[in-house]
């Protein structure tokens, strides 16, 4: 998988919160930790969790 971090970003920006982490733990998982792409992938992961939910809630 050769696509850079922001492509994937772009991509998934449409997707609801919950789909973007389950697409993002799940790309993590096919890359060692070690790797540079692995370390994208769970920083863009971990901002992800941590991110406000505010999305699709009528207040």
């Known amino acids: 998988?050769?696509?850079?971090?922001?492509?994937?970003l772009v991509r998934m920006?449409?997707?609801p919160r919950?789909?973007?982490?389950?697409?993002l733990s799940a790309l993590l998982r096919?890359?060692?930790a070690a790797?540079?792409?692995g370390k994208q992938l769970a920083a863009?992961?971990?901002a992800a969790?941590?991110?406000?939910p505010n999305?699709?809630?009528a207040r």
């Open 49 to 52: 969790m941590t991110a406000w």
């Open 30 to 32: 096919r890359h060692p």
């Open 13 to 15: 920006r449409p997707l």
């Open 35 to 37: 790797s540079l792409r």
């Open 1 to 8: 998988m050769n696509t850079p971090i922001a492509v994937i």
């Open 18 to 23: 919950r789909h973007r982490i389950a697409h």
């Open 55 to 57: 999305e699709g809630r």
């Open 44 to 46: 863009l992961l971990r």
